[in-house]
């Protein structure tokens, strides 16, 4: 199973983020659990400076911009 963690404070961005990165999944047939990261200590500790921020299986992919549908997808393939 996918975890994908979206890293946060809960802004539009972010959650615009966690719903393209659930649509992704979800188009691609992906068995996932999703996990939203607001606590700002966390995530640093990812060394994440930007949010929103997407990371796959504890390993950031992306941060500082919401990606496109097919981007998401794309990521969640490699």
Request: hydrophobic share 40%; with cysteine; glycine share 8%.
């Amino acid at each position: 199973m996918l975890r994908i963690q979206i890293l946060g404070t809960g802004c539009p961005k972010c959650k615009k983020l966690a719903e393209t990165a659930e649509q992704a999944a979800r188009e691609l047939g992906i068995e996932f659990d999703i996990e939203k990261v607001t606590d700002i200590n966390q995530i640093i500790s990812f060394g994440v400076m930007t949010t929103p921020a997407l990371a796959l299986n504890g390993e950031v992919k992306l941060a500082g911009r919401v990606p496109s549908l097919e981007e998401v997808k794309k990521l969640l393939q490699s």
